[in-house]
Each structure stands twice: as structure tokens, then as C-alpha cells.
């Protein structure tokens, strides 16, 4: 029997995403408003998107650590002191629920507090805001560039790549041994 061509096509926009995890922000910004465009997913209930700001104690880097995924679609990013989770087709009251599974200690332990999108549009509109953000460490950056490249890195004419500058070191091979 003959299948209309487009059947692939229909499967493969119901497949969850096949990415989960750690993705930098411009990734992270571009799966989640994919995702948001798919009309075959339910309305206002693709799934949470969540940002957490650490405690004062712990960097977002320490919490990327304790952070384990494990559904498909489940993705994160940070962006300065906030580690922002997206949550695939979880329901609004089951946030608990899925931060108790993903982080490796008590999610109220880790965070001094939380934002929470559900709306597809407010998801969106969030999206569409921090991927157009500077991370401060790469605004600390211009001091060392000429002007007309801060222009553009501020601007978002040009996407920088995210490059510290090497700096030189002394190996000091003749100095004394400790
Ligand atoms: P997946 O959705 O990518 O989930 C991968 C693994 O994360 C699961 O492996 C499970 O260990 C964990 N996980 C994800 N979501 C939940 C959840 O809501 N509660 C709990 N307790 N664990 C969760 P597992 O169980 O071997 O499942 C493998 C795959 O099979 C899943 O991949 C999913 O595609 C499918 N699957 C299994 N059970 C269900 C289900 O009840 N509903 C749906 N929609 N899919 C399921
Ligand atoms: P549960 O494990 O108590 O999870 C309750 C709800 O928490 C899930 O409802 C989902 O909305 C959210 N949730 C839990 N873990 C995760 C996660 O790792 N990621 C995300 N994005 N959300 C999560 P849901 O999906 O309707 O599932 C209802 C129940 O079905 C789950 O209760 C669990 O018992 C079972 N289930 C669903 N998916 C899986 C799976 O992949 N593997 C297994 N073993 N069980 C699953």
C-alpha cells in the first residue's frame, strides 16, 4: 500500500528531541522555540521552562554538576547566575516531582529561588529575550577588543565566539626548585 510521503515527516515532528542536557545558550534558546513552533504538540503544554537562581553558596557551574537529565527534551543552560531548565511535557504541578529526579540533592537546598514560563508564548517571549543576552563574562571582553568589534558584540550584529584570550605564561624552568 502506498504511504503518503509526508508520513515521515508527521512521525519524526512527534518524536520528543533527541538532544537532553547541557546546551549552550544559543542552542538552548533555538531547540526550545523549535519546539514551541510544533503545532502537532498540545497547546500550552509542551512543558515548563524554569529559571533557578543557586544560593549565594554555590555557582551555576557546581550546579550543572548535580544536574542529570533524563528524559529526552529535558535540556539546560546558564546564563550568569541563573542555570535555566527546560522540563519536556511536564505538567505545571509536577515541577517538584521532576527537579527531585533531576538534581542529585534537594532542588530547595540548591535554590534561593525560581521562575516559572508554561505558556507557550511566555516561553517564547523568554526565549527570545535571554538569547540576545551577553553573558557577563564575555561583556568583561570588549576592555581587550577594538571599538567598532564591542559595537557589534553588543549590538548582536555578529555572534563572537565564546573564546577567552590567551594569556601569556612563565614557565620559570631556571628559577629555584621549591
Ligand atoms: P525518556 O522519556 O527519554 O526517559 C528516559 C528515562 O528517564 C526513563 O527510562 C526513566 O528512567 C526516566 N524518566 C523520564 N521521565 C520519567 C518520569 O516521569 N518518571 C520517572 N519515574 N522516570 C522518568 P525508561 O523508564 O527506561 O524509559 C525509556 C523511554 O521509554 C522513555 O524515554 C520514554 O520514551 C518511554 N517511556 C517509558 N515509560 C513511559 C511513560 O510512562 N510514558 C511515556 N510517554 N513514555 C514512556
Ligand atoms: P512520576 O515519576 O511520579 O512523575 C510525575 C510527573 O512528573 C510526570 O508526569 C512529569 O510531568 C513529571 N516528571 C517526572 N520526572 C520527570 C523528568 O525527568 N522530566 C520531566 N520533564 N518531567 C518529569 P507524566 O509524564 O504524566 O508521567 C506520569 C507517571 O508515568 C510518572 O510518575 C511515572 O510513574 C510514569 N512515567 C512517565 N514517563 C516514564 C518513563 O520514561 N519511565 C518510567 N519508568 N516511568 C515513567
Redesign the pocket.
Same mark, same amino acid.
Request: hydrophobic share 30%; aromatic share 6%.
Given at each position: 500500500r502506498h504511504v503518503p510521503g509526508n508520513l515521515d515527516a508527521l512521525i519524526s515532528a512527534l518524536q520528543p528531541l533527541q538532544q537532553k542536557g547541557y546546551l549552550r545558550l544559543d542552542a538552548f534558546c533555538l531547540a526550545v522555540s523549535q519546539l514551541m513552533s510544533n503545532t502537532l504538540l498540545p497547546e500550552n503544554d509542551k512543558?515548563?521552562l524554569v529559571a533557578l537562581r543557586p544560593v549565594p553558596e554555590l555557582k551555576t557551574e557546581q550546579i550543572l554538576t548535580l544536574c542529570k537529565?533524563? =528524559?529526552y527534551? @529535558?535540556l539546560v543552560t546558564t546564563l550568569d547566575d541563573r542555570v535555566y531548565l527546560f522540563?519536556?511535557?511536564? =505538567?505545571f504541578n @509536577?515541577l517538584d516531582?521532576?527537579l527531585t529526579?533531576?538534581f542529585s540533592l534537594p532542588h530547595d537546598q540548591l535554590f534561593a529561588n525560581r521562575v516559572l514560563w508554561f505558556e507557550d508564548h511566555q516561553i517564547l517571549a523568554e526565549v527570545g529575550k535571554i538569547k540576545n543576552v551577553v553573558p557577563d563574562s564575555l561583556r568583561e571582553m570588549p576592555l581587550l577588543m577594538e571599538s567598532t568589534t564591542v559595537e557589534k558584540i553588543t549590538t548582536g550584529a555578529t555572534r563572537m565566539p565564546l573564546r577567552r584570550i590567551p594569556q601569556p605564561v612563565s614557565l620559570n624552568l631556571e628559577g629555584k626548585r621549591r
Open positions: 512543558g515548563l537529565p533524563r =528524559r527534551g @529535558d522540563l519536556s511535557s511536564c =505538567r @509536577d516531582t521532576a529526579f533531576i
